[in-house]
């Protein structure tokens, strides 16, 4: 089952507490403080795999939460850290937190935290001064990031097939490529997106197939705004019309109002018009049907093909190509020159950290508190 979006909460592990403890040996009757820090809580990682193709997981298992830190000890013994929650999504997922992109995996291998752990709390040795010489006091570990995420599926292709219902969409994938997309003569005979490779002079490209969209797509109407993302992330769109509508003028220029509406980033991708089921028909019928889609844009490339008899399809994928290796450049970030200028390190002393986070500090002053964190008495101790 294709599933494209996913609710999950997601909860990054709590730091551990630092820890109150005092030195007890014998012929060391004032050892002084020894707390050892909290370990840090866990992070939940996102990694995009090329072995998931759906986002249902999520579906049945919407939490996703880290491991806390440990609490720290005796003899400066720092807490344990928490383990990292790792999850593995499909390429192309996006995590969205309030509407906001938080990550967007591409790649196979992508690695993103999505919710980092919180710092584990700093132990009562941290906080030992000449004139604080049993100090009391230590931090609480910090909460990890909380929050309800939403995911979803954004599928990678190189080229994007757009068009009404029944214009031959899924009828061209299954010929020019590996895919088998259902196909019957109704419309929406395809409701789920499918992907497809086609091959063209010892040339792979990437073609992703949506159901039809009709009018008022972009508004979500026949679940149009759904599928649109599917070819967002695509190099060229490939419009395919019906040569046999009434219009083949209005057909364009329909689909191509839902796509500005829907993203005028989507709209602005490099197009070509392919008319479709023109086997048999006359030149005279087909020339009219281009002529009225150039008077909608007298700048479209249109093609005249038959997948059901091999018409004109190799034609079109040579077009494709060239216009995949024209962009396929563009999105690289360049190079940034290196300085030889050295950059200034400034590094704090542990005894300017032990003022940081004081809104998270406790202190423990009850003797019971005390035993409770493992210090058995205070009899030896004078606080300050």
């Not at 060391?28 to 809580?41: A, E």
């Not at 005979?189 to 490779?197: D, E, H, W």
Request: net charge negative.
């Amino acid at each position: 089952m294709f599933v494209d979006t996913a609710k999950v909460y997601i909860k990054a592990g709590k730091g551990g507490n630092g820890a109150i403890s005092f030195r007890h040996e014998i012929y060391i009757p004032k050892g002084g403080p020894d707390g050892g820090d909290g370990g840090k809580g866990g992070d939940v990682v996102f990694v995009a795999s090329k072995d998931c193709d759906t986002l249902i997981d999520f579906r049945f298992q919407p939490k996703l939460i880290a491991e806390d830190g440990k609490a720290g000890s005796g003899q400066k013994s720092s807490g344990k850290s928490g383990k990292d929650l790792i999850v593995e999504v499909p390429i192309g997922t996006v995590v969205k937190r309030d509407g906001e992109i938080v990550a967007d995996l591409t790649f196979d291998g992508d690695r993103q935290i999505v919710a980092h752990g919180g710092d584990g709390g700093y132990g009562n040795w941290h906080f030992r001064s000449s004139t604080r010489q049993t100090p009391k006091i230590a931090e609480l570990g910090n909460p990890g990031e909380v929050y309800d995420a939403e995911l979803e599926l954004k599928l990678l292709a190189d080229v994007g097939l757009v068009g009404f219902p029944n214009a031959g969409k899924s009828t061209f994938l299954s010929v020019v490529s590996n895919a088998t997309p259902e196909i019957a003569d109704y419309p929406f005979t395809t409701i789920t997106p499918n992907l497809g490779v086609a091959k063209t002079d010892d040339h792979s490209i990437l073609i992703a197939d949506i159901p039809g969209l009709i009018e008022g797509a972009s508004d979500g109407k026949g679940l149009g705004d759904r599928f649109l993302r599917h070819v967002e992330r695509t190099k060229a769109l490939l419009h395919l019309v019906d040569v046999y509508s009434e219009d083949a003028g209005k057909s364009y220029k329909d689909i191509r109002s839902e796509l500005e509406k829907y993203s005028s980033e989507l709209a602005s991708r490099p197009e070509i018009v392919a008319l479709t089921k023109c086997e048999g028909l006359d030149k005279e019928l087909i020339d009219m049907q281009m002529q009225a889609i150039l008077a909608q844009n007298p700048e479209a490339k249109i093609f005249a093909i038959s997948s059901s008899a091999h018409q004109g399809l190799t034609e079109v994928l040579r077009e494709l190509w060239q216009i995949i290796e024209a962009t396929k450049h563009v999105d690289e970030p360049e190079e940034v020159a290196e300085e030889d200028e050295d950059i200034p390190v400034i590094t704090l002393e542990v005894k300017e950290q032990k003022h940081r986070a004081h809104h998270n500090k406790y202190q423990l002053g009850e003797r019971n508190s005390i035993k409770e964190l493992g210090v058995d008495s205070d009899d030896d101790y004078i606080d300050e």
